[in-house]
């Protein structure tokens, strides 16, 4: 079913569209996680533990059971007790028994802010001060807070009953969930043909996704143990499942109706909230709705983890990179699962390396359980790689770019863990990026300001996950079309899916009213994540429009009394291919067609888009005196396969680029040795404003996917890639400093700079 | 947060009243950018809350012929949109446009700024260096301090029970006089200042006849900065001169390392911004 | 014969190349024959008549969706490997 | 000392054009007004401390964060929120121009952003993207890295010209 997508000539895809759910979301009667309101609904609030790591001796909960206004108590005592199960299938990992441990805390809290408790009552207030008096005894136990801490000898144990899995062996007593690792050809051999080595190790402080919109549940748990969730997600079917483990119920007893969703970037894959207000329902009748506050989400919600990489890479004379080798050691959190496999996968993506090693390591420590974070590990690693990369480009004064054409992945490449590309456009953006404007203007390297200048750039990839979706078709009387589908929407996908549709049926984007449903409502859907949507839901409803056609056709042969065959389609419009009389628009063959309406659904279980890749060039304008950065001009440039709506691929691009910035510059978990994370609100956690970023180019260059009939390749992961490597590369060429740690903070530029002096 | 009643009194005496009976558990409300997220915070417990808006004095803006009379709790828009303020007092407007953004502004004041006491407030340097004086309101009557004494330890000023802050009183001064603010933070916008500078210049015949140098976030106050101050009295501002004001800053600053930035470069900033702002405050007095 | 790549963890815990060959009409007959030349690797590969969860089989570049049942028709090469949660925990 | 004895109070406010009676407890935010007692939940919450924008509203003309007002200082008050924007004909520019520019992704942070912007705006018709920058530096966005609302706010005051 691939087309040759290049030479087409799309009527909607391409196109700039008003999205379908722009209007309620100008005019705020867009329905958000927290904007919910059922009659008779109770507010649940939780306790949270205050330290990073102790025991629980005890709960006392009569205190607030007593007050005025409260309805129900719970603790874990109130959840299944889970065993250690690996989850059902291959998108998913982590143990049924951590899941559930994550929700609320049994023996032990492991991080600030875990949850020991819950409440409901008739409003916030009291649920908070409901809250204040549940007493927790704890016995305090030593924190761990950072991978060197963990991995040290004597480290104090998150997890005593489990088994750490080493290379294959199975270890206890270790905070090392997983060390992997990956091997082709010969590293030894390499470095030493090496004509230059460079190593370097880099320090990332826990980041966090930072969405507007605080992690919501709500629930109504029924007479006959059937469960209503309305929650604010990426994944209404995660949530199902997640729940359902958690709860011990049958899926189909559980029904999640996805809100609006302000922001997740990866961090409203898990569940948080969810099972507590469902189990505060069932002890109450009544709906619960349990909203985290912004210091809840900073404390207990899902970091993108920081860690170390090492990067060692060796060249020949000719500039040719003949080995690499990567040691990653990334932090999961509380509970295991760093993406250290899609660290090992990213972290030498862009090159075309000959011989490789790879040891990777899931370290535990007290801190929230991560999630995922847009290209989850991918940043982290390329921060090593690219920094790397600069300081060969500096060392032997080859142009960066050249540099990396020199040794760039394209189609049949071997990757880092063995496969061989398939249809790759990096080689494109790097061509692109040398023939940017941006690229070719001059560094104003003395300013007016008196400051330095610097330029960086660098590339990154995501591989582009694929997986299950659904989409559902009804033609309407009046010859439109509506659209249901399961992937909630976080950047305009609803508009993206439905142009796919129009597409195929040569209608109009408007004429295709999409809407996501909840999950009795459509066939099972994976997570808005991983970059999939747009290519694996939009898959979905090309196939979903391909069988409404034939629908249309086979009515229509009904309705003519011809053969199917003899009929053909385009563009909203049915007719005979030989009698010139014989011709229906959508409405016509839409009221009352023989047989019944005209319906289709599809499904879809993809492979990989094959891989999207960034490259990024940043100019930073840098105050000496007091460390100040500012980026002042900055480009992205992506291989997006095929840009369906290309306002929000831009808008994908630049938001990945500020989002990396912000990790870059400021952005940072400040931990207190004994793990309490002190800036845990906007005021301190210091993300980009509007006056802190420029405009942000957008370069798209137009790859197609072999995966895909119109070439889509996932975009929204990749730009959050190379802005890191991007600034540190820029802030060196500005100060001839090489900062390994981030973020690269004012203080760390002047603490560098006088080192240096 | 604990459950707290509202008023709104129109005059001092029944502010003071309220107050009065409260004792520590009533705090004054003008922009509420700070007692609202501290009482939510937990950073105490509220049975009243007395907001001050409705008091005729404490919203006004009133030139007298010594002073400019700035009401506790007039929002520092009024300040920055008032073009004769900015004329006169670039140093406090430079402050008023600093704290929060558009929406804080709208509502945070000068003398909330000043009464949050906190060790890093934006206006409290300028405040200083301009020789503001306190209109302090109380139930023993009225009185007055400079507002160099209003700060007693972070978060702790020398209000005593009952009393409120009911103005600001900022001393005209000489077409020479000017003054300066800046504030060090890692955005540019929306942040707390990791250390920040008010200094003032009085120019007569080219040579300083009167500098005031206060430095916030680097210690448990805002810091009236007398010493390095002095050492520009009397003397021609020259590069040299201003370079001794600015390392006894930096030595007079003793901050503490937090999450907001680490003791060497909050020192480093100290000496840079001291600099930067006498500068400033030179060019804008015309020197 | 199509060639077969094994995650390291199962090359050094079975002493497995780091490369071998191995033939079958379908994932599972390729698996059961590289058992019968490495005792012990189904295990890693298979779970209750399934892919087992965490692995993974890269068919020529792609990864299946299908799993055991996928056919082998002009494969040149599989990498068995961890799957990766690509966007989940 | 005795329990303190918080009883609600009645404030009469203008909310969008229309003047109400609400009877709410003493201690809640504007913010919670709105959406919890009013029922119009366009204003949302992001931080709850004012560091977001998110719950921006006018209030009397200047835009305010609501989770630092109470609810009992609207009192005579005439307080504008998103759902006042658009009026029986069509939507405010603004909203056009988000529209039209791909100026949202999550939406969530957009009724903010319209009511900072109109503020803006209704004062100042044609401001600079400096201005734009500085204007709406108190409302965060993490989706979009600002660009495409900074357009669409300039298209906007050169289309309401």
Not at chain 1, 112 to 133: L, Y
Not at chain 1, 328 to 348: D, H, N, S, T
Not at chain 1, 393 to 412: H, Q, S, T
């Amino acid at each position: 079913m691939v087309s040759t997508p290049e030479n087409k000539n799309y009527k909607v895809i391409g196109t700039r569209p008003i999205r379908h759910d722009g209007y309620d979301k100008v005019t705020g009667r867009a329905q958000y996680g927290a904007d919910i309101k059922l009659p008779g609904m109770l507010i649940g609030a939780v306790a949270r533990s205050p330290y990073a790591h102790a025991k629980i001796k005890s709960i006392d909960t009569s205190e607030a059971e007593k007050m005025d206004g409260v309805f129900a108590v719970m603790t874990a005592k109130d959840l299944p007790r889970l065993g250690d199960i690996v989850r059902g299938n291959s998108e998913e990992s982590g143990s049924e028994r951590h899941l559930s441990e994550n929700v609320m805390a049994f023996e032990k809290v492991l991080y600030k802010g875990h949850v020991v408790a819950g409440v409901a009552a008739k409003d916030q207030n009291t649920a908070f001060e409901a809250v204040k008096k549940i007493k927790v005894d704890y016995e305090v136990l030593k924190p761990v807070i950072n991978v060197d801490q963990a991995m040290a000898k004597d480290a104090s144990i998150l997890h005593e009953d489990y088994l750490g899995d080493h290379l294959g062996k199975k270890v206890k007593n270790t905070n090392i969930a997983a060390h992997v690792r990956h091997e082709s050809g010969n590293i030894d051999d390499g470095f030493e043909k090496a004509d230059l080595v460079i190593e370097k190790e880099v320090d990332m402080q826990t980041v966090h996704q930072g969405y507007l919109e605080p992690h919501t549940g709500t629930a109504v748990w029924d007479e006959e143990d059937r469960v209503k969730i309305w929650t604010s997600t990426q994944g209404s079917f995660a949530v199902r499942d997640s729940v359902s483990k958690v709860l011990d119920l049958d899926v189909s007893r559980i029904k999640v109706t996805p809100m609006e969703i302000g922001g997740g970037f990866g961090g409203k894959i898990p569940i948080y909230l969810e099972p507590i207000s469902a189990v505060l329902s069932k002890k109450t009748r009544r709906p619960v709705k349990t909203v985290m506050s912004r210091t809840d989400v900073f404390d207990a919600s899902g970091p993108g983890p920081g860690g170390k990489v090492k990067v060692k890479i060796g060249i020949d004379s000719e500039g040719k990179i003949l080995a690499a080798y990567a040691d990653i050691r990334l932090e999961a959190g509380a509970y295991p699962e760093a993406f250290i496999e899609a660290a090992a996968k990213c972290v030498f993506s862009c090159y075309d390396v000959p011989s490789m090693k790879i040891d990777a390591y899931d370290v535990v420590v007290n801190k929230p359980s991560s999630a995922p974070y847009r290209a989850p590990a991918s940043p982290q690693v390329a921060f090593a790689t690219e920094t790397v990369v600069d300081e060969i480009c500096n060392i032997k004064g080859y142009d960066p770019i050249d540099f990396r054409l020199k040794n760039v992945a394209e189609k049949g490449t071997r990757t880092a863990l063995g496969p061989k590309y398939r249809t790759i456009g990096l080689k494109e953006c790097l061509e692109a990026a040398k023939d940017s404007d941006h690229w070719k203007s001059d560094l104003d390297s003395n300013p007016k300001s008196g400051k330095k200048r610097g330029r960086g750039i660098a590339s990154g990839y995501w591989f582009n996950i694929g997986f299950k979706s659904s989409v559902n078709l009804s033609l309407n009387p009046d010859g439109k079309v509506a659209l249901t589908e399961g992937s909630t929407d976080i950047g305009g996908s609803r508009a993206s899916i439905a142009m796919q549709a129009a597409e195929v049926l040569g209608i109009p984007a408007e004429d295709v009213r999409p809407s996501v449903v909840d999950t009795d409502s459509i066939g099972i859907t994976d997570v808005t994540g991983g970059s999939r949507t747009t290519y694996a839901t939009g898959y979905a409803a090309y196939n979903a429009a391909h069988k409404l056609i034939e629908q249309i056709i086979e009515k229509s042969a009904l309705k003519w009394d011809i053969s199917k065959d003899q009929i053909e389609y385009s563009d909203g419009v049915v007719k005979s291919k030989t009698d010139s009389e014989l011709k229906m628009t959508l409405k016509e063959i839409a009221d009352d067609p023989p047989g019944g309406p005209i319906v289709s659904s599809a499904s879809v279980d993809l492979e990989e888009a094959g891989g999207g890749f960034a490259v990024h060039i940043a100019d930073l304008e840098i105050d000496e005196e007091t460390g100040k950065t500012d980026v002042v001009n900055y480009t992205a440039i992506q291989d997006v396969g095929k840009a369906i709506h290309p306002s929000y691929v831009e808008g994908q691009m630049q938001g990945g680029a500020a989002q990396g910035i912000g990790w870059a510059l400021n952005e940072e978990y400040f931990m207190s040795d004994d793990g309490i994370m002190l800036n845990s609100s906007y005021l301190d956690y210091r993300m980009p404003t509007s006056l802190d970023l420029p405009m942000i180019n957008t370069i798209m260059i137009e790859v197609p996917s072999e995966e895909h009939p119109y070439g889509v390749r996932g975009v929204g992961e990749p730009p959050i890639v190379p802005p890191v490597p991007a600034i540190g590369n820029a802030i060196n060429d500005a100060l001839g400093l090489r900062l390994l740690n981030t973020p690269m903070k004012p203080s760390r530029i002047t603490e560098a700079l006088k080192r240096k002096k | 947060m604990h459950p707290f009643n509202y008023y709104a009194p129109e005059t001092v005496n029944e502010a003071i009243e309220i107050l009065n009976k409260y004792g520590d558990k009533a705090k004054c409300l003008a922009g509420g950018t700070d007692v609202l997220v501290q009482a939510r915070g937990e950073k105490f417990e509220l049975d009243a809350i007395v907001d001050i808006k409705k008091i005729p004095q404490l919203t006004k803006l009133e030139w007298t012929d010594s002073h400019l009379i700035v009401g506790a709790a007039t929002p520092c828009h009024v300040l920055y949109e008032d073009s004769k303020v900015c004329e006169v007092f670039p140093g406090i407007v430079d402050s008023a446009f600093l704290i929060g953004g558009i929406q804080i502004q709208s509502r945070a004041s000068l003398g909330g700024n000043l009464c949050n006491a906190s060790p890093s407030a934006d206006a409290i340097c300028s405040l200083i260096v301009h020789e503001v004086i306190c209109e302090i309101a109380g139930p023993k009557g009225t009185r007055e301090i400079p507002v160099e004494d209003m700060c007693t330890g972070p978060g702790k000023n020398a209000l005593t029970n009952g009393e409120f802050l009911v103005s600001l009183k900022i001393p005209l001064k000489n077409s020479e006089f000017s003054a300066s603010y800046e504030r060090f933070i890692p955005r540019n916008e929306m942040d707390i200042a990791v250390a920040a500078v008010a200094s003032s210049i009085e120019l007569s015949n080219g040579k300083v006849s009167s500098c005031r140098v206060a430095l916030a976030a680097v210690g448990p106050t805002p810091i009236f900065a007398k010493e390095a101050s002095e050492l520009l009295v009397g003397k021609e501002p020259t590069d040299e001169n201003i370079r001794k004001v600015s390392e006894k800053a930096k030595d007079i600053a003793s901050p503490i390392a937090d999450m907001r930035g680490t003791i060497e470069h909050r020192k480093d900033l100290i000496e840079v911004l001291t600099r930067r702002t006498i500068e400033k405050a030179l060019e804008r007095a015309g020197g | 014969m199509i060639k077969i790549f094994l995650p390291y963890k199962i090359r050094e815990t079975l002493d497995v190349p780091t490369e071998i060959e191995a033939y079958g009409s379908n994932l599972r007959n390729l698996i059961d024959h590289i058992e019968d030349m490495y005792p012990g690797v189904k295990d890693y590969l298979v779970d209750e008549g399934k892919l087992r969860p965490g692995m993974s089989a890269v068919i020529d570049g792609k990864t299946t969706r299908l799993g055991l049942i996928h056919k082998l028709n002009n494969v040149s090469e599989i990498h068995f490997l961890p799957s990766i949660a690509g966007g989940k925990k | 000392m005795a329990e303190n004895k918080v009883k609600k109070v009645t404030v009469n406010t203008t909310i969008n054009g229309q003047e109400m009676d609400i009877l709410i407890d003493p201690y809640v935010s504007l913010l919670e007004t709105l959406r919890e007692v009013v029922g119009i939940t366009g204003t949302k919450e992001g931080c709850n401390d004012g560091n977001c924008g998110a719950c921006t509203v006018n209030l009397d003309g200047r835009i305010v964060d609501s989770c630092l007002v109470l609810g009992v200082e609207a009192e005579g008050k005439n307080i504008e929120t998103v759902e006042g924007m658009a009026s029986p004909d069509g939507l405010h520019p603004l909203q056009q121009a988000f529209l039209e520019e791909a100026a949202l992704q999550c939406g969530i942070c957009t009724p903010g952003f319209l009511v900072s912007a109109k503020a803006l705006l209704d004062n100042e018709p044609d401001p600079s993207e400096e201005r734009i920058r500085h204007w709406l530096a108190g409302n965060l966005c993490r989706c979009t890295g600002y660009d495409k609302i900074v357009k669409a706010v300039t298209k906007a005051s050169k289309e309401s010209k």
